[in-house]
């Protein structure tokens, strides 16, 4: 079912496209304005909205957040989850759009398997509690996250060591009752995270041991991600549908090489990627502000330098950043981690704030013709129009070209950003950047794969009246919607 609704989807895209292509050069209906074809794979609606987002917040809050481990055992009494009256979502959610980030994704249930919503599913809940632990974490964060315009999301924690039926099929009814009931009863959700932790010991209601699963099989993913579509259709579900994956490593960085096409069938290349893949599959870096996942007094917060290194290692190498943020036992961000955001916000802004592409001529070393259209489509002005729905393109057959911006006076740069009209397809291979010192050209950036958003920095502060962006290779021709610097 999933591979068949993936080629419907496929269909569709060429036909919204107003040709049946299914390659850079063969069409059967003819294409007016000479609208370049997509390269296959290309994202669907949902992963275009999801690599727009850039980056978003996960929040580690339950069980854990008061026992302080990382990893409870699931024998743990529900009194011990103890949230206070200083609970406080809405300074979460303020926090994080504070900081630029676009929604939240927020730990429902961890592998001890304590669910922090009202579920029906088990016992081991926030129904055996008292106080503010009867609160609905879950629908408190989501409310807030409609209210104040960010998207939220969930993570469910596959493996649950404090259910009697874990390792047995009985587990996957419970599981899936869990699913739904995140699904059906708090809005729309933007991303559904699943994990690779599975078995092991644990305490199993009641019952001590170690309990081993085929993680490939047991959770019967296909049938269950069936579920979640039908429930969330707009959903991106990260690590087990072949919509987006992990990057390989948890401190938040992607490789400089980094495609957003895989084999959905088996992973090659978690890191970077692969070049021939025939799904699209983006990439997300995940990494805790703090060295733990859930709060931890003895730990600090990453420095605002360290966070906007990451952030050009993760954004700026064509990944989704997802940050993790874990409130402390009263229900908040510490005061230390608020600061650190604050200061990254600031080096974002300081650094990455004013465009001077936006003042800049745009010429290029050959363009796209725009075949019967009287309006000029794939000029190299597309570059700084500020639209990201318009492109810089070449002629088919075209595998390297170039662009360059250039100012009536001498501008000091320091950053530069490259975005690839990913909606068909990624393409460029190999680039490079060159500034004009008044009498030549000099080559002070290489790079290979865009894709959505590629920002590098410069190896120094430079002050220069030309910035040219040459596309040395290219799968087919490439096609740039943004050229920024800063």
């Not at 009194?79 to 929604?103: I, M």
């Not at 952030?311 to 989704?320: E, L, P, T």
Request: net charge neutral.
């Amino acid at each position: 079912m999933i591979l068949k609704k993936r080629f419907l989807n496929t269909i569709i895209i060429v036909l919204a496209l107003g040709m049946n292509c299914f390659s850079q050069t063969t069409c059967s209906i003819p294409n007016q304005n000479n609208r370049p074809a997509p390269v296959f794979p290309v994202p669907s609606k949902a992963q275009q909205a999801w690599q727009e987002m850039e980056m978003y917040a996960f929040i580690h809050f339950g069980m854990n957040t008061f026992t302080d481990v990382e990893w409870g055992d699931g024998s743990e009494q529900p009194s011990r989850y103890a949230p206070k009256q200083s609970l406080d979502v809405n300074q979460w959610v303020t926090v994080c759009k504070e900081a630029g980030l676009k929604g939240i994704i927020l730990t429902a249930k961890h592998h001890d398997g304590f669910c922090i919503w009202n579920t029906q599913s088990t016992t081991h809940s926030i129904a055996q509690c008292s106080g503010y632990g009867k609160e609905d974490v879950v629908k408190l964060l989501s409310d807030e996250c409609a209210k104040q315009g960010l998207k939220f999301g969930v993570y469910v924690s596959p493996w649950d060591r404090n259910n009697a039926e874990y390792g047995r099929p009985g587990y996957l009814d419970v599981y899936r009752k869990q699913i739904r009931e995140l699904c059906t009863n708090y809005g729309n959700l933007f991303e559904l995270w699943f994990d690779g932790a599975n078995g092991g010991s644990g305490y199993y209601g009641g019952t001590g041991g170690t309990r081993t699963i085929d993680a490939s099989t047991y959770y019967d993913w296909p049938n269950t991600i069936e579920i979640i579509k039908s429930l969330q259709p707009n959903a991106v579900i990260w690590g087990v549908a072949n919509e987006a994956r992990w990057i390989g490593n948890e401190l938040g960085y992607a490789n400089e090489t980094n495609w957003c096409t895989e084999y959905g069938g088996s992973i090659t290349n978690a890191v970077s990627g692969n070049i021939n893949g025939g799904d699209w599959i983006p990439g997300e870096c995940d990494v805790s502000i703090r060295s733990n996942w859930f709060y931890h007094a003895v730990n600090t917060p990453k420095t605002g330098e360290a966070l906007f290194d990451i952030y050009i290692k993760s954004v700026g190498r064509n990944a989704n950043l997802i940050l993790n943020i874990p409130p402390n036992t009263a229900g908040r961000f510490a005061d230390a981690d608020v600061a650190a955001l604050k200061s990254w916000r600031a080096l974002i802004s300081s650094n990455l704030g004013t465009d001077l592409a936006l003042s800049a001529t745009a010429t290029a070393s050959a363009v796209r013709s725009s075949g019967s259209s009287s309006v000029p489509l794939y000029t190299a002005a597309k570059v700084n129009d500020g639209d990201k729905d318009s492109f810089w393109a070449q002629e088919d057959g075209t595998t390297t070209a170039s662009v360059v911006l250039s100012w009536n006076s001498a501008q000091t740069v320091k950053y530069i950003m490259l975005q690839e009209y990913i909606r068909l397809g990624q393409r460029v291979k190999s680039f490079e950047v060159d500034t004009w010192n008044g009498s030549s050209w000099e080559t002070k950036l290489t790079g290979t794969t865009i894709g959505y958003k590629r920002i590098l920095p410069f190896p120094s502060a430079i002050a220069t009246t030309k910035v040219r962006v040459r596309i040395t290779d290219s799968k087919v021709a490439p096609l740039i919607h943004t050229i920024s610097v800063f």
